[in-house]
């Protein structure tokens, strides 16, 4: 990445309008431990630098000492808000390179689980990202709703947020006893919560102001630069594993992939909005369909999946979550690595932030929607 | 856009977002007063682990070893004994028990791959969790932490009924 070039002498520092800040990593509005090395004229951001890795954990490491099935908890705690859809690449990687035939209940189960996450992600962003603009009546509501997926989650996996949701094979446990009715009734509630956060946000004059033209990046710099999922969507590229590559149960699901025209704040907000209701809307169809039958594949007491290496990803709610995997035939994995989808949005940050305000560096880490657990690992 | 237009567009958006926050003032609130009214805890919820006993009061716990070798961070510490004595005084249901049964609170993830693992259901999860302490190293919980026959109930949650709503806590919106 870029460096900075810090003047150090007294003369420059009194003499020049430039000058260093360091936000984080205990800013709150860095959203975990991020520290962004900022050089500013005036408010003004001339350049920029990001320091990562106060949360490293070494769990690609880690996951080399430990057999198949344990290494699923650890994916939990990358993308901790979106535990579920982590825990889905993992098993589903394994899955794939043992030739395993996972029943079709637990696909739909699983696509059903997936999507709740998915919402519950938006709406924690939503709820941060309005927070760190100055909106702070959605953060209460958007919570609320979070909340009530949380209990859903609560009640089939037994945790809240580090889920340890599936197993390879299937699943742990079938779904609790009025499981449909739970889920049917936040899906039918949704829509009327959704419409209250447009009614505050989307026409809401402090909103657009902080929102429309801010960190702009075309369609053309978000290939290049490889960011996916809703960052990449809001510049006008729809590019959806779920469509592309469907995995689980989504090749079956009818729903489309919002796009948004300026690459702009505001229509990346726009974006992750229009998510939350086709989320809505795969959850519907997905209980609709969903089988009866097993929830477990036969599986093998020792998982030894055979010497080469695969690679899986999946539609995370930050973007592309990918896993490339090598086994040596093994009971334990050569090499686990990760493509973590935050990290690689966040190499778009200092292309967006130049030339804008030092609150506007805060709207933009927001939009960018990034969770510190998996830039580190 | 002159500055009357301004000014009425501002109010007008100011104006539609309140009347949305001021809706809420009389319904019903959703806060949950913990610690002062207990939270409810799923069935399915993975809290702090319980050793279990059987009738006769003795441990089922026979040492082998299986909840320690499926830990993926290394949380449990077992030391094995016998004991020779007669079935019925035994601290264990079978002649092996666990002399030291250690779990590491600092360590364990709440994964629930050791009471998968309990070929004697000696091992499940509770729902106490309420872990936090002062000093680090009394999150090593030791078996007179552990053993259902020692642990307390908290006032500060309940245990769901499996037929429960997943809402029934909070009230109607």
Redesign the interface.
């Known amino acids: 990445m870029h460096q900075v070039e810090v003047a150090t002498t007294q003369e420059t520092l009194l003499d020049s309008p430039e000058m260093v800040l360091n936000m984080g990593p205990q800013h709150p509005s860095t959203h975990g431990v991020l520290r962004v090395i900022l050089k500013l004229d005036g408010e003004t951001v001339i350049d920029l630098d990001c320091d990562i890795g106060y949360l490293h954990r070494g769990m690609e490491k880690i996951a080399e000492h ?1 057999l198949y ?6 994916w939990d ?1 990358l993308d901790y808000i979106a535990a579920v859809s982590n825990g889905l690449l993992w098993v589903e990687t394994v899955e794939q390179m043992l030739g395993l035939e996972v029943p079709p209940r637990a696909h739909y189960i699983r696509t059903v689980l997936t999507e709740l996450n998915r919402i519950s992600s938006h709406l924690l962003w939503l709820a941060t990202h309005g927070l760190d603009i100055g909106s702070f ?1 959605v953060l209460l509501w958007a919570l ?1 709703e979070r ?2 997926i949380l ?2 989650f ?6 809240r947020l ?1 889920c ?1 949701a599936w197993r390879i094979g299937g699943m ?2 079938d779904t ?3 499981f449909t009715e ?1 889920v049917t ?1 936040f899906v039918d509630n949704f829509p009327h919560r959704l419409a ?1 956060y447009e ?2 946000l989307s ?3 402090i909103w657009l102001g902080r929102t429309v033209g801010i960190g702009v990046i075309s369609a053309e710099d978000a290939i290049a630069i490889g960011l996916s999922g809703p960052a990449l969507r809001g510049s006008g590229v729809a590019w959806d594993i779920r469509k592309s590559r469907p995995y689980a149960a989504y090749a079956d699901m009818e729903f489309e992939v919002p796009v948004g025209e300026n690459g702009d704040t505001y229509d990346r907000y726009l974006v992750r909005l229009e998510e939350m209701r086709q989320s809505r809307l795969i959850v519907q169809q997905a209980l609709a369909k969903m089988p009866d039958g097993p929830v477990n594949a036969k599986v093998p007491k020792i998982i030894k999946p055979p010497a080469g290496d695969y690679y899986h990803s999946i539609e995370g709610p930050k973007g592309e979550i990918g896993c490339y995997l090598v086994s040596d035939g093994s009971s334990r994995p050569a090499r686990v690595r990760v493509r973590p989808p935050c990290l690689i949005n966040l190499q778009a940050l200092r292309q967006m932030c130049l030339g804008h305000l030092v609150a506007d560096v805060v709207a933009i880490i927001g939009t960018l929607d990034i969770v510190l657990g998996e830039i580190d690992r | 856009m002159s500055i009357i237009s301004d000014i009425v ?2 109010t007008k ?2 104006i ?2 309140m009347s ?2 001021f809706s809420y003032i009389p319904k019903e609130k ?1 806060t949950v007063q913990y610690p002062d009214e207990p939270v409810t ?6 809290g702090q682990h319980l050793l279990h006993v059987d009738e006769l009061g003795r441990e089922k716990c026979v040492a082998c070893f299986l909840c320690a070798a ?1 830990c ?1 961070s290394d949380c449990i510490y077992i030391i094995a004994a016998d004991d020779p004595r007669a079935p019925e005084e035994r601290t264990g249901v079978d002649e092996r028990f666990a002399e030291v049964y250690n779990i590491d609170y600092g360590r364990c ?5 050791c009471v ?1 693992a309990c070929p004697k259901d000696a091992i499940t ?1 509770g729902y106490n969790f309420e872990l936090s302490v002062y000093n680090r190293a009394d999150l090593l919980k030791t078996k007179d932490d552990l053993l259902i026959t020692k642990q307390k109930q908290s006032p500060n949650y309940r245990v769901a009924f ?2 429960e ?3 029934s806590e909070y009230k109607e919106v």
Request: proline share 8%; charged share 35%.
């Open positions: 430990r099935p344990m290494i699923a908890p650890y705690r009546t609320r909340e009530e209990k859903i609560e009640r089939q996996f037994g945790a580090t340890h742990p446990n609790y006893d009025g739970d009734q209250e009614t505050l026409e809401n004059r | 567009e501002n958006a100011i539609k977002g949305v926050t959703w805890m799923q069935p399915r919820y993975r499926a993926p993830i709440f994964c629930g791959y998968e999860h499996a037929d709503d997943v809402d």
